[in-house]
């Protein structure tokens, strides 16, 4: 799968001038907007048609403040008395960069993804979903409002009050309704440090109740969960959180367990919680069922905690693994299924068919609070078609509206409340290299 050509914007009156034209064509071509090129099944490769290379974008910056279209957006914070404080993101921009920048005004974002060195474009058109979304929503609902370039190559600012069906088809789209070049993004007062804790169980059942207890009280500010196998090495990104001293003793319970299930859970703090911290955690473990004596603690600043997949990603790269293909699936799960997908699917097919797997992220969000709802895009399957087109019949002014149904009710996967993600990254068939390569490097 090839394109025809890539485009590398200065303004985003390249990217309209790219789509009117192509749209004025009696047979327009494929166009795709690239963020950081990290999607599975080249959903940001147009065959036979042209990529907008978005981070070319980056090279042109307005940051001050010029509202038209030759100069780029950039990353710009303000506070309004209606929104309180919030960042204006070029599509480009990568959060690391969002999060450097806001945390200058000591501000930063409150929905994240595992790794940061993703584009805003990249994760709005998927959700963007990490152990902050119990709590604030993926980071498709931290957004108030957008401009996007449709199919037709006009450039329209969105919201859920003004174009709103452009609005609530881009998020989460795929890249299918329009490409996104400003998004203003939901800031709060940044955090300076975590404390960062992993608990071990040795029962399913234990794990997620506790994971569910921990969602529905008011008081941590992110929870996942990891499965550990026998069969993966201990020397992975996630098991160097625990202390060396330790890896003994878990290395021998994980061999008379074969498979055990490891929480995580962070509270933020800064200066003024300090001298509370520590009660305050202690009061969050209490009652928890994980095995005694196999909790452990990290006080880590909050940079550090949030761009914690960055040193997995380094050392891959100096491996030469991080290029290689890393297809995942991401998975949610009805609460009253939770128990048999263990069974099913991490025991009879993963532990005991000794699958080989890449790190297993296991954690509980609500469907309603705040707001996750799982667009369907009508006449495809799940997983959507390898290629991002903008023609006529994609544009958000025409009929085929109607056949995209991303913000109707009625249209929406039902789930029961409560739902797991499961991220299940696999190594893909590197023969004898693979022991090396997700699992002892990569973190999600
Ligand atoms: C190591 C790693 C960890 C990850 N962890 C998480 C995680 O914790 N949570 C999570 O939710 N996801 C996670 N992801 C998945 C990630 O959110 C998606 O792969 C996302 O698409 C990546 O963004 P990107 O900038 O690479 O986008 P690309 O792969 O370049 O693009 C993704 C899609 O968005 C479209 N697109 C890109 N930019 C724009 C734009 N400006 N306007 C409109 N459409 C656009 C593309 O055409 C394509 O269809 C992870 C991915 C990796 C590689």
């Known amino acids: ?27 327009p071509f494929h166009v795709a907007a690239r963020g950081h090129g990290h999607s599975i099944r080249g959903q940001a490769m147009a065959h036979n048609g042209v990529i907008v290379e978005m981070n070319s974008l980056n090279n042109n910056n307005d940051n001050d403040n010029n509202n038209n279209n030759n100069e780029n957006c950039g990353i710009r914070v303000s506070w309004d008395s209606e929104l309180g404080f919030y960042a204006d993101v070029g599509g480009e921009q990568l959060w690391i960069d969002v999060l450097r920048t806001t945390l200058e005004y000591g501000l930063a974002p409150i929905s994240w993804t595992d790794y940061l060195y993703l584009t805003v474009g990249g994760t709005l058109s998927n959700a963007g979903i990490s152990g902050q979304t119990f709590r604030h929503g993926p980071q498709i609902t931290n957004v108030h409002e957008m401009d996007v370039i449709t199919g037709k190559g006009d450039f ?5 009050d003004m174009n709103s069906e452009l609005f609530f088809a881009v998020l989460g789209g795929l890249g299918q309704f329009g490409i996104i070049t400003r998004a203003r993004i939901v800031l709060d007062k940044a955090p300076t440090r975590v404390k960062w804790v992993r608990l071990l169980y040795d029962d399913f059942s234990k794990f997620t109740k506790d994971q569910e207890h921990l969602i529905s009280i008011d008081g941590l500010d992110y929870v996942e969960g990891s499965l550990m196998l026998e069969q993966s090495s201990l020397n992975n990104w996630r098991s160097s959180f625990f202390p060396p001293s330790n890896q003994t003793k878990i290395a021998s319970l994980l061999s008379q367990n074969k498979i055990m299930y490891c929480l995580e859970m962070v509270k933020y703090y800064d200066d003024h919680t300090t001298s509370t911290i520590d009660e305050e955690l202690k009061k969050l473990v209490k009652g928890l069922n994980y095995l005694a004596g196999f909790m452990f603690k990290k006080d880590a600043t909050f940079v550090e905690f949030l761009n914690r997949v960055r040193s997995g990603e380094l050392e891959l790269q100096s491996k030469g693994m991080w290029a290689v293909p890393h297809p995942w699936l991401n998975l949610f799960v009805p609460k009253s299924s939770i128990m048999d997908f263990n069974v099913a ?6 532990l005991r068919q000794n699958k080989a797997t890449g790190p297993i ?19 495809s399957s799940t997983i959507p078609p390898p290629h991002l087109t903008i023609e006529e019949h994609d544009s958000f002014e ?15 996967m039902e789930l029961e409340d409560l739902i797991f993600s499961e991220e299940a990254r696999e190594e893909c068939g590197l023969g004898s290299q693979t022991n090396h390569t997700f699992s002892e490097g990569t973190n999600f």
């Open 398 to 412: 025409d009929e085929s509206l109607d056949a995209h149904p991303m913000d109707s009710e009625d249209h929406s």
């Open 361 to 379: 992220l296991v954690y509980p969000t609500y469907r309603k609070k705040p707001l996750l709802r799982i667009n369907l895009i009508s006449g």
């Open 1 to 27: 799968m090839f394109p025809a050509a890539v485009l590398y914007p200065s303004n985003v009156n390249d990217i309209i001038d790219l789509i009117k034209f192509s749209y004025d064509l009696s047979v």
């Open 345 to 350: 699917v991490f025991v009879d097919i993963i």
């Open 156 to 160: 329209v600012t969105c919201s859920k």
